[in-house]
């Protein structure tokens, strides 16, 4: 489409050297600058070039019926469909993942929503339909079941200039599962889980190959009932074939087997250039070592991705929490607790994942095929200094026959969690070297101090991402450098009011990256997880990418060189900007 436009002009540029210039540039004017928009921008709604309703019902024939029509959530609170008991209904619901990653379209974060339909309305407003608008949520999503739909989707996103979007449960804090005026393709119903004996160059052993709807609390009880465990984050519902293998994936099994990524042994695909294909270290390996941390929906959607599978065992933990009753020794015990990180990352299997509050302190200890006695040795240090500084705390030690048991018991209101969506975040890789070091580690505590605040909280993830000896695969990929030299990878979140306006969105937004440029500042040459941060349009690529971005670039430009796949902070997102009405256009 774009050669033939640029074909177009071409010829009609010849005609205006042989042809007199006033008539061909009345001719030409309209015709020129509708081919203009064309090529730069893509369609939105209220354009003419928009795909007709016939063109959006021969997509649907295209895809067997599977094609939905997307509307906001909210929409049971406005217009001709408001129902005031569904309305009410939603309102308790609004800060629940089910809702979200059940729905074509929806997304968590409400950076992204944007308020365009918010359930929180004053009923006099309850019958303008105008004031409930999908934003940046899509106008049509695929219900994908097979390549043939992507293949489908991607087609008709070309031929019809539209903004495409990867939805698959909607966690994503960039707003990389949503876009103005986008067709979704919404991977969220492929729910196989096989089980395989894998036989590969690099790999020999059990296998799991998952669906890309698959989520976590699905695959780890599928697993566990085959006495086996996969890596997944603490988050039960997380896609794990999405945004969380593509972004690398942290999670309570990296002190074993290290980050998601260096599980991998193949992917089942759909690229923008080259259809449908399997990407392994065998075939398609630039492919394979990029989807394996190379950050989100850039190169190729999912159908499915088959990873290592461990032979399950007991697992040792501890929680410690301590609450914050005088200012000085609790940062000082919080101080303590970094300290004791270089040492509980070098036991084998173990990780944390602790929160940091300005009121309080709580770590939650994972040990695998670990023992008792290893943990109380290992945390006997820390304690030790809580005890001298007379900082009260509770600590309880665990033993579980099985990681799931382990699991089940740190994670409450299973089988979805607890986590709220009203989340915004900001992040960064915190290097061993930092930890280590006595004068940037308490540079970094009094950053903490600042920045934790009334509506600031944090979370910190250990373990041993930086071992490769520990996580034995030794693969290939396109992980961020700064993983194998972290001590911990932190995020700060705040946690907006469900109702908040667009301006206090905007301002806890504000606040989020005034923290974290903080943190990048106390880091230098370190690097941001991209699942858990805010982009910055001055430092994206080196946060999220380090020294891997120009690989990257050329396996873009191999899989989908018309960049259809696009979303914040993706590599050779900078080939498109987004102008003041939402559209996407070529810079
Ligand atoms: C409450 C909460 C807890 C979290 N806990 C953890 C954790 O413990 N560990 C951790 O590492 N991360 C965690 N995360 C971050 C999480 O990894 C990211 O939000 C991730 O992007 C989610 O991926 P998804 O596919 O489920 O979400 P989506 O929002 O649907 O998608 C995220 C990205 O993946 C792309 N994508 C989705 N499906 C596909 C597909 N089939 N093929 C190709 N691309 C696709 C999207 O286009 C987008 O770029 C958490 C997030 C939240 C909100
Ligand atoms: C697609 O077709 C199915 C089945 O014919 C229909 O139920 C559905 O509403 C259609 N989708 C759209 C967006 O029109
Ligand atoms: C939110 O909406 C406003 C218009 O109401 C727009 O200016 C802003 O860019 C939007 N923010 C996001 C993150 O989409
Ligand atoms: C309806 O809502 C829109 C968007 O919020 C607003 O601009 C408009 O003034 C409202 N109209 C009425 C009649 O309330
Ligand atoms: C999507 O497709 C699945 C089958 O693959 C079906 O069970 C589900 O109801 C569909 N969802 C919607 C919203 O159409
Ligand atoms: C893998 O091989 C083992 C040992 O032969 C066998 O017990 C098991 O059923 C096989 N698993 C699968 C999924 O084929
Ligand atoms: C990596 O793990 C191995 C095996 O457990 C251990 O001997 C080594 O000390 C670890 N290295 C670091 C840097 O933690
Ligand atoms: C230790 O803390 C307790 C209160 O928790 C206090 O009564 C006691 O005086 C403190 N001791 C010292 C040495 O600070
Ligand atoms: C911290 O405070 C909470 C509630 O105020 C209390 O339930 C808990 O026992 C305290 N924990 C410690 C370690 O003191
Ligand atoms: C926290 O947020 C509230 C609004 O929810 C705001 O009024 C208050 O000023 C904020 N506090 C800080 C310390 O930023």
């Given at each position: 489409m774009l050669s033939l436009s640029y074909m177009l002009v071409s010829r009609l540029?010849?005609?205006?050297?042989?042809?007199?210039?006033?008539?061909?540039?009345?001719?030409?004017?309209?015709?020129?600058?509708?081919?203009?928009?064309?090529?730069?921008?893509?369609?939105?709604?209220?354009?003419?070039?928009?795909?007709?309703?016939?063109?959006?019902?021969?997509?649907?024939?295209?895809?067997?019926?599977?094609?939905?029509?997307?509307?906001?959530?909210?929409?049971?609170?406005?217009?001709?469909?408001?129902?005031?008991?569904a309305c009410t209904a939603l309102q308790a619901d609004w800060t629940e993942e089910l809702i979200y990653f059940t729905d074509p379209i929806a997304v968590m974060s409400p950076k992204f929503l944007n308020d365009s339909c918010t359930p929180f309305i004053a009923t006099a407003t309850a019958s303008n339909s105008s004031a409930c608008a999908l934003g940046n949520l899509p106008n049509y999503a695929i219900n994908v079941s097979s390549a043939e739909d992507l293949v489908a989707g991607f087609k008709f996103a070309k031929d019809n200039n539209i903004r495409l979007v990867v939805k698959n449960t909607g966690h994503d804090f960039l707003g990389r599962s949503s876009g103005q005026g986008s067709l979704s393709l919404w991977?969220?119903?492929?729910?196989?889980?096989?089980?395989?004996?894998?036989?590969?160059?690099?790999?020999?052993?059990?296998?799991?190959?998952?669906?890309?709807?698959?989520?976590?609390?699905?695959?780890?009880?599928?697993?566990?009932?085959?006495?086996?465990?996969?890596?997944?984050?603490?988050?039960?519902?997380?896609?794990?074939?999405?945004?969380?293998?593509?972004?690398?994936g942290h999670g309570p099994l990296m002190g074993s087997y290290g980050l998601a990524a260096d599980n991998s042994l193949e992917f089942e695909v759909v690229t923008p250039d080259k259809g449908y294909l399997v990407a392994s270290p065998s075939k398609n390996a630039d492919l394979f070592w990029a989807l394996n941390g190379g950050g989100g929906s850039a190169y190729a959607v999912i159908l499915s991705h088959t990873t290592r599978a461990h032979a399950d065992g007991p697992v040792a933990g501890a929680t410690v929490s301590i609450n914050n009753t005088d200012e000085t020794t609790y940062w000082a015990a919080?101080?303590?607790?970094?300290?004791?990180?270089?040492?509980?990352?070098?036991?084998?299997?173990?990780?944390?994942?602790?929160?940091?509050?300005?009121?309080?302190?709580?770590?939650?200890?994972?040990?695998?095929?670990?023992?008792?006695?290893?943990?109380?040795?290992t945390l006997a240090p820390f304690l030790a200094q809580l005890d001298q500084l007379n900082v009260s705390y509770a600590s309880v030690i665990t033993y579980d026959p099985t990681y799931y048991a382990h699991f089940s018991e740190s994670v409450s209101n299973l089988p979805y969690g607890p986590f709220p969506t009203n989340n915004l975040v900001g992040g960064r890789i915190i290097p061993l070297s930092v930890v280590s070091t006595e004068d940037q580690r308490s540079k970094l505590i009094a950053a903490l101090r600042t920045i934790l605040g009334s509506n600031t909280t944090s979370w910190g993830i250990s373990g041993n991402a930086a071992n490769l000896s520990v996580s034995h695969t030794g693969l290939d990929t396109a992980r961020l450098p700064a993983w194998s030299k972290m001590a911990y990878t932190l995020q700060i979140n705040a946690f907006?009011?469900?109702?908040?306006?667009?301006?206090?969105?905007?301002?806890?937004?504000?606040?989020?990256i005034a923290g974290q440029d903080v943190l990048r500042s106390l880091t230098p040459g370190g690097g941001t997880y991209i699942n858990e941060a805010t982009a910055d349009p001055a430092y994206w690529k080196d946060d999220f990418y380090g020294i891997n971005y120009q690989r990257l670039l050329a396996v873009k430009e191999t899989y989908d060189s018309g960049v259809i796949l696009y979303g914040p902070g993706v590599v050779r997102s900078d080939y498109w900007t987004v102008a003041s009405d939402g559209r996407l256009c070529k810079v």
């Amino acid at each position: 489409m774009l050669s033939l436009s640029y074909m177009l002009v071409s010829r009609l540029l010849a005609a205006l050297l042989v042809l007199p210039t006033m008539i061909t540039v009345r001719a030409l004017h309209p015709l020129q600058l509708q081919r203009h928009a064309t090529s730069n921008c893509h369609y939105l709604p209220e354009d003419a070039g928009w795909p007709s309703w016939n063109q959006w019902g021969s997509l649907n024939q295209s895809v067997g019926g599977r094609l939905i029509a997307g509307k906001p959530l909210a929409s049971v609170c406005y217009g001709h469909e408001a129902n005031a008991a569904a309305c009410t209904a939603l309102q308790a619901d609004w800060t629940e993942e089910l809702i979200y990653f059940t729905d074509p379209i929806a997304v968590m974060s409400p950076k992204f929503l944007n308020d365009s339909c918010t359930p929180f309305i004053a009923t006099a407003t309850a019958s303008n339909s105008s004031a409930c608008a999908l934003g940046n949520l899509p106008n049509y999503a695929i219900n994908v079941s097979s390549a043939e739909d992507l293949v489908a989707g991607f087609k008709f996103a070309k031929d019809n200039n539209i903004r495409l979007v990867v939805k698959n449960t909607g966690h994503d804090f960039l707003g990389r599962s949503s876009g103005q005026g986008s067709l979704s393709l919404w991977t969220h119903n492929l729910k196989d889980i096989t089980f395989l004996n894998y036989t590969s160059e690099g790999y020999k052993g059990p296998a799991v190959r998952l669906g890309a709807g698959v989520q976590a609390y699905e695959a780890y009880a599928a697993v566990a009932s085959k006495d086996l465990r996969i890596t997944g984050g603490l988050c039960p519902t997380v896609g794990l074939a999405g945004g969380y293998i593509t972004g690398g994936g942290h999670g309570p099994l990296m002190g074993s087997y290290g980050l998601a990524a260096d599980n991998s042994l193949e992917f089942e695909v759909v690229t923008p250039d080259k259809g449908y294909l399997v990407a392994s270290p065998s075939k398609n390996a630039d492919l394979f070592w990029a989807l394996n941390g190379g950050g989100g929906s850039a190169y190729a959607v999912i159908l499915s991705h088959t990873t290592r599978a461990h032979a399950d065992g007991p697992v040792a933990g501890a929680t410690v929490s301590i609450n914050n009753t005088d200012e000085t020794t609790y940062w000082a015990a919080v101080d303590a607790w970094h300290s004791l990180l270089p040492a509980l990352n070098s036991v084998p299997g173990a990780a944390s994942s602790f929160e940091i509050t300005e009121a309080s302190f709580f770590a939650l200890i994972t040990v695998l095929d670990g023992s008792t006695t290893e943990v109380t040795d290992t945390l006997a240090p820390f304690l030790a200094q809580l005890d001298q500084l007379n900082v009260s705390y509770a600590s309880v030690i665990t033993y579980d026959p099985t990681y799931y048991a382990h699991f089940s018991e740190s994670v409450s209101n299973l089988p979805y969690g607890p986590f709220p969506t009203n989340n915004l975040v900001g992040g960064r890789i915190i290097p061993l070297s930092v930890v280590s070091t006595e004068d940037q580690r308490s540079k970094l505590i009094a950053a903490l101090r600042t920045i934790l605040g009334s509506n600031t909280t944090s979370w910190g993830i250990s373990g041993n991402a930086a071992n490769l000896s520990v996580s034995h695969t030794g693969l290939d990929t396109a992980r961020l450098p700064a993983w194998s030299k972290m001590a911990y990878t932190l995020q700060i979140n705040a946690f907006p009011d469900r109702d908040a306006s667009v301006d206090l969105l905007n301002n806890a937004n504000a606040e989020i990256i005034a923290g974290q440029d903080v943190l990048r500042s106390l880091t230098p040459g370190g690097g941001t997880y991209i699942n858990e941060a805010t982009a910055d349009p001055a430092y994206w690529k080196d946060d999220f990418y380090g020294i891997n971005y120009q690989r990257l670039l050329a396996v873009k430009e191999t899989y989908d060189s018309g960049v259809i796949l696009y979303g914040p902070g993706v590599v050779r997102s900078d080939y498109w900007t987004v102008a003041s009405d939402g559209r996407l256009c070529k810079v």
